[in-house]
């Protein structure tokens, strides 16, 4: 089963807008954490924010706020004012405690294109 | 100067050939790893290696080969590839391994 879903594969934004790109989760730990990663066709995945799931308040990380919604297992990433240069993949991630080691799953990612 | 580097960038090989990737991080992190990323698939954690010692092999083929000589490099080990591993193989490093990972650009593996 699908641990990280990402429903939107692909998007189109107007630049300036905010734009959120959707994440859920499934998972019975009680204590895990949230990534999101931008990868731009260079090809680097570059970290953006991160959300533990004891912490009450959402993460915020410049432009970035990662709406944390605990109970719906949703982590979706908005950003605010968007810029030509924040077209790329976004990967969600979920950090689990798995067989004595930490693992990420990921999603399959949302390519978010800004218009000019 | 990124903190992870990884090369070559672009590599096209030959099935019968051996190649290797290598991967340097200069942040002073303690666990490092592979990922593969294919065309439309989510990553795969291939290996992981928290001090040195690997601590992940997600059954991966053994025509993949890691090797880890210290805490900030990082090799992976390729012989008799297949054409369905063509990917975008990624590399990276983190403080411990509950902690932010930082990417390296990837090495473009090309099997023909």
């Known amino acids: 089963a699908q641990k990280i879903t990402q429903t939107q594969p692909g998007m189109f934004v107007q630049e300036k807008e905010a734009v959120t790109l959707d994440c859920t989760y499934d998972?019975?730990?009680?204590?895990?954490?949230l990534f999101w990663y931008k990868q731009p066709s260079s090809g680097e995945m570059i970290f953006l924010i991160y959300q533990g799931s004891y912490d009450e308040q959402n993460a915020t990380e410049g432009r970035y706020s990662l709406n944390f919604q605990k109970a719906r297992k949703s982590a979706n990433l908005v950003i605010s004012a968007s810029q030509l240069g924040d077209s790329a993949m976004y990967f969600c991630?979920?950090?689990?405690?798995?067989?004595?080691?930490?693992?990420?799953?990921w999603g399959a990612g949302t390519k978010l294109i800004i218009k000019p | 100067e990124t903190g992870v580097t990884q090369t070559p960038r672009h590599l096209v090989m030959g099935m019968t050939n051996k190649k290797s990737l290598k991967c340097e991080q200069h942040?002073?992190?303690?666990?490092m790893y592979w990922y593969k990323q294919s065309a439309k698939k989510p990553l795969e954690l291939m290996f992981v290696?928290?001090?040195?010692?690997?601590?992940e092999n997600n059954s991966v083929p053994s025509r993949f080969s890691p090797e880890c000589p210290n805490s900030s490099h990082l090799f992976l080990h390729l012989h008799t590839l297949q054409p369905e591993d063509s990917a975008l193989y990624l590399c990276?490093?983190?403080?411990?391994?509950?902690?932010?990972?930082?990417f390296g650009q990837g090495t473009r593996l090309t099997v023909v």
């Open positions: 942040l002073g992190h303690n666990a």
């Open positions: 290696y928290n001090f040195k010692e690997q601590t």
């Open positions: 991630a979920m950090r689990e405690f798995r067989d004595s080691n930490y693992q990420l799953i």
């Open positions: 990276a490093s983190s403080q411990a391994e509950n902690t932010e990972a930082f």
């Open positions: 998972t019975s730990d009680q204590s895990y954490g």
